[in-house]
């Protein structure tokens, strides 16, 4: 069985021969993908973005939710703030995916969108309980093949990290209400900071945007060191910045990039070639990602 798994790597992977999948260096993806074939589950572990990764970029034209268009969409938030919040996003998110500048460009920028939308959302007065309402309320989704690649890796013992620039709370609920919070799943993101009444009075710990996650994975060289025997890595992202989500994992082996280009594709996509192993274009499934998992597993 395992040799046959071996010799069936790539070239007869059907979800890789679609028109959507760009891959710069077929050779490279075609041993990465042996390899982690051969060394098998019990070396594997998945580090992921949720916004736009996990999460769908659009259904039928129309862009969905992300965690904090849940909360700036939700009834709960007042029309002069929703305003504030389209401006931000209308003036950083072109930013954010501008393919000219460079990253350590954008950081002041994606410093200045992310503190903003902080202390506008705090001034909303959000309680605890409104979230539940707020998700159920937004067309926030996640990518067909989610519940799938969830509970399977949950079976498997396969440890996934969740790393995300949006909202730790609303990323948990959109999860459960789509899907289930599984024990094997770690979320590092910005977590709401509720008072005794149950009251939104801020964001706890150090801010993560979407250009400084590689900072982030260093405050979790912890959690890394515990799997520090898991040395192949699948990562999915959407953004340049996604790529140093793995940052400081130690005796990593082998890495296997997989990017969804959501938006801004023509500009894009020769970066992301460069950049990701596999290049995922308008793609609102996780069929490649399950298809190499259902050979590695
Ligand atoms: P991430 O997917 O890299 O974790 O980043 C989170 C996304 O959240 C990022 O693509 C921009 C988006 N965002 C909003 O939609 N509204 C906001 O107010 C902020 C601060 C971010
Ligand atoms: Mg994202």
């Given at each position: 069985?395992?040799?046959?798994?071996?010799?069936?790597?790539?070239?007869?992977?059907?979800?890789?021969?679609?028109?959507?999948v760009?891959i710069?260096?077929?050779?490279?993806v075609?041993?990465?993908?042996?390899?982690?074939?051969?060394?098998?589950?019990?070396?594997?572990?998945?580090?992921?973005?949720?916004?736009?990764?996990?999460?769908?970029?659009?259904?039928?034209?129309?862009?969905?939710?992300?965690?904090?268009?849940?909360?700036?969409?939700?009834?709960?938030?007042?029309?002069?703030?929703?305003?504030?919040?389209?401006?931000?996003?209308?003036?950083?998110?072109?930013?954010?995916?501008?393919?000219?500048?460079?990253?350590?460009?954008?950081?002041?920028?994606?410093?200045?969108?992310?503190?903003?939308?902080?202390?506008?959302?705090?001034?909303?007065?959000?309680?605890?309980?409104?979230?539940?309402?707020?998700?159920?309320?937004?067309?926030?989704?996640?990518?067909?093949?989610?519940?799938?690649?969830?509970?399977?890796?949950?079976?498997?013992?396969?440890?996934?990290?969740?790393?995300?620039?949006?909202?730790?709370?609303?990323?948990?609920?959109?999860?459960?209400?789509?899907?289930?919070?599984?024990?094997?799943?770690?979320?590092?993101?910005?977590?709401?900071?509720?008072?005794?009444?149950?009251?939104?009075?801020?964001?706890?710990?150090?801010?993560?945007?979407?250009?400084?996650?590689?900072?982030?994975?260093?405050?979790?060289?912890?959690?890394?060191?515990?799997?520090?025997?898991?040395?192949?890595?699948?990562?999915?992202?959407?953004?340049?910045?996604?790529?140093?989500?793995?940052?400081?994992?130690?005796?990593?082996?082998?890495?296997?990039?997989i990017?969804?280009?959501?938006?801004?594709?023509?500009?894009?996509?020769?970066?992301?070639?460069?950049?990701y192993d596999i290049v995922l274009?308008?793609?609102?499934?996780?069929?490649v990602?399950?298809?190499?998992?259902?050979?590695?597993?």
């Amino acid at each position: 069985v395992k040799i046959y798994k071996v010799m069936s790597c790539f070239s007869q992977m059907e979800e890789l021969q679609k028109e959507n999948v760009y891959i710069k260096d077929a050779e490279r993806v075609e041993k990465l993908l042996c390899q982690l074939i051969q060394d098998g589950k019990s070396k594997l572990q998945i580090i992921t973005d949720f916004d736009m990764t996990l999460s769908r970029f659009s259904i039928n034209g129309k862009r969905c939710a992300t965690c904090h268009n849940v909360l700036e969409n939700s009834s709960l938030v007042p029309e002069s703030k929703k305003q504030v919040l389209d401006e931000l996003r209308d003036t950083y998110y072109p930013i954010e995916i501008n393919a000219k500048m460079t990253i350590e460009e954008k950081i002041p920028f994606m410093m200045e969108w992310w503190t903003k939308a902080q202390s506008t959302i705090v001034a909303c007065n959000f309680r605890r309980e409104d979230l539940t309402r707020a998700v159920r309320e937004s067309n926030a989704m996640l990518r067909d093949g989610c519940d799938w690649q969830f509970s399977t890796l949950h079976e498997h013992k396969v440890p996934m990290l969740i790393f995300s620039a949006g909202i730790g709370d609303i990323l948990e609920e959109i999860i459960k209400q789509h899907s289930q919070m599984y024990a094997n799943m770690r979320v590092v993101s910005n977590y709401m900071d509720f008072n005794h009444d149950g009251m939104l009075v801020g964001f706890k710990g150090d801010l993560v945007h979407t250009y400084n996650k590689n900072e982030g994975a260093l405050r979790n060289s912890d959690y890394f060191t515990t799997l520090k025997d898991r040395r192949n890595i699948i990562l999915m992202g959407d953004s340049m910045g996604d790529l140093r989500m793995a940052d400081g994992v130690p005796n990593m082996q082998h890495i296997l990039k997989i990017g969804f280009l959501n938006d801004n594709i023509e500009e894009r996509l020769e970066k992301y070639k460069e950049a990701y192993d596999i290049v995922l274009v308008s793609d609102s499934t996780m069929d490649v990602p399950n298809a190499i998992l259902k050979k590695i597993l």
